[in-house]
């Protein structure tokens, strides 16, 4: 099972998106994903 690298949260209408794989926060393509599938989100929020 792959761990989350990126959470999402939304309050009062404002999203954040935290990234941290706990390595330098290097993006790679498992995390490159999360964020997409994250902003994805924070756009269907909008």
């Known amino acids: ?3 989350s690298f990126v ?3 939304l309050a ?3 999203a954040t998106i935290t990234m941290d ?3 330098n926060n290097l993006l790679s393509p498992v ?3 999360q964020l997409n599938k994250a902003l994805d ?3 269907r929020d909008a």
């Open 7 to 9: 959470s999402y949260a």
């Open 12 to 14: 009062d209408g404002v």
């Open 31 to 33: 995390m490159q994903s």
């Open 41 to 43: 989100q924070a756009e």
């Open 1 to 3: 099972m792959t761990d």
């Open 21 to 23: 794989d706990g390595n």
